[in-house]
């Protein structure tokens, strides 16, 4: 009985001590792992553009005037030549009552005033013929020795003087008819202007064949001198503008590959830098932070099937690729951290997380080029946190 008492007592404590030793063993910690492989990686800048019309012309209104309606519609084809818009004269201002009652006024005035001036001319006309008569008498006399030379010298003065004066008066004359008009033109209503005879209009010619793309004045009006009428321009000469970081724009250089996607068609099209615009511009971004950003141009590359329901102004995705390479040994970026001057990852070998440093290249967001430190089938995890350290038992989680 107590050898039997003394191997249960052991067997026990056996079965404590084991309990205690598994439960102060660290655990395995469940980990994401992933695999190093080869596959092709490719090195991208996305920014977001728009398109628009290669060579558009704003048309503008060349006089001011009063503009006839544009029938054109936004898509409507135009020649080279052909007539866009209309512009008459500017129309006469109306005349409210009191307006008007002074301008009846001022034509009365007006017509008293010529009927002055014709008396005037009347009598500088009678005063003229007086005078030459008495220089015609005088001229007699004095071949008779009548009168002396003097004499006929005063009486040719004042034939000259009278003359003058019938000139004149005559000029007086026309200067009242010419302000009679000019407040009787003032008198008239605009309606009567307006219903008059043809006016004298000019037209706005396309200045190439081309689509209308936007009709900035549509309806008649009156337009000042440069004001804008409509814009015109060939919708399948397109290209794209996208305004990316100074940061990134010197890393794309022209003839650089772009992908455009998410325009709204179901593949991606193909395009190709056409020139980096040498100045930058201060734009404040969606969190009120400056940022120096230029415009790059780009040309499409694929057959004009593929965009041809793009318009001017669409929005669409350009990612524009600064490196790719086909057979790249790449990890995932999240893999990676920090340690001393380089990177290193968690290998993960025999079920224990063993520090690994590496030498990386690219850079392509998820993923990241693996120079030296690993090989390809290789697992490290892809996700470390803190409570990982060199050596720690891991699983899968």
């Not at 048309?59 to 052909?82: F, N, T």
């Not at 040498?278 to 499409?300: N, W």
């Not at 967001?365 to 990982?388: C, F, I, K, R």
Request: proline share 4%; glycine share 8%.
């Amino acid at each position: 009985m107590q050898l039997r008492a003394k191997i249960g007592m052991l067997a026990t404590a056996a079965l404590v001590a084991a309990g205690l030793v598994l439960g102060f063993m660290p655990r395995a910690l469940p980990v994401d792992i992933a695999t190093v492989a080869r596959a092709p990686l490719t090195v991208t800048v996305e920014e977001e553009g728009k398109t628009r019309v290669r060579e558009r012309y704003l048309v503008s209104a060349p006089v001011a005037g009063y503009v006839r309606r544009i029938d054109l519609k936004a898509g409507d084809a135009v020649a080279a030549g052909q007539v866009l818009a209309i512009i008459e004269p500017a129309r006469a201002v109306a005349l409210d009552p009191r307006a008007r009652a002074q301008a009846q006024a001022q034509v009365s005035a007006a017509e008293a005033a010529l009927a002055v001036a014709q008396e005037n001319a009347r009598a500088a006309t009678a005063d003229a013929q007086l005078a030459q008569q008495q220089r015609a008498r005088t001229e007699s006399l004095r071949q008779s020795n009548f009168l002396s030379a003097q004499a006929l010298d005063t009486a040719r003065s004042t034939e000259t003087r009278a003359q003058a004066a019938q000139q004149a008066a005559t000029h007086a004359v026309k200067v009242a008819r010419y302000e009679l008009d000019m407040a009787r033109a003032a008198a008239v209503n605009t309606t009567q202007l307006q219903t008059g005879g043809a006016t004298e209009a000019l037209a706005v010619r396309a200045p190439v064949a081309a689509r209308v793309l936007k009709l900035q004045h549509e309806s008649e009006g009156a337009v000042s001198a440069g004001q804008p009428l409509l814009e015109i321009g060939n919708p399948e000469t397109l290209e794209v503008e996208v305004d990316v970081l100074s940061t990134h724009a010197v890393k794309i250089a022209p003839g650089s590959k772009v992908i455009l996607d998410r325009w709204g068609g179901d593949q991606p099209v193909q395009g190709s830098v056409r020139v980096v615009e040498p100045s930058g511009f201060t734009k404040i971004s969606a969190l009120g932070v400056e940022e120096q950003r230029v415009h790059v141009i780009v040309d499409f590359v694929s057959p004009r099937e593929a965009w041809q329901r793009l318009g001017d102004g669409f929005r669409v995705e350009a990612r524009f690729v600064l490196w790719e390479g086909q057979d790249v040994l790449q990890l995932p970026t999240s893999a990676l951290f920090r340690h001393g001057d380089g990177w290193a990852v968690f290998a993960v070998k025999g079920g224990r997380a063993r520090l690994t440093e590496i030498e990386t290249g690219q850079r392509a967001g998820l993923a990241t080029q693996v120079v030296s430190g690993l090989a390809a089938g290789a697992e490290v995890v892809s996700h470390p946190d803190d409570l990982l350290s060199d050596g720690a038992r891991v699983k899968p989680r």
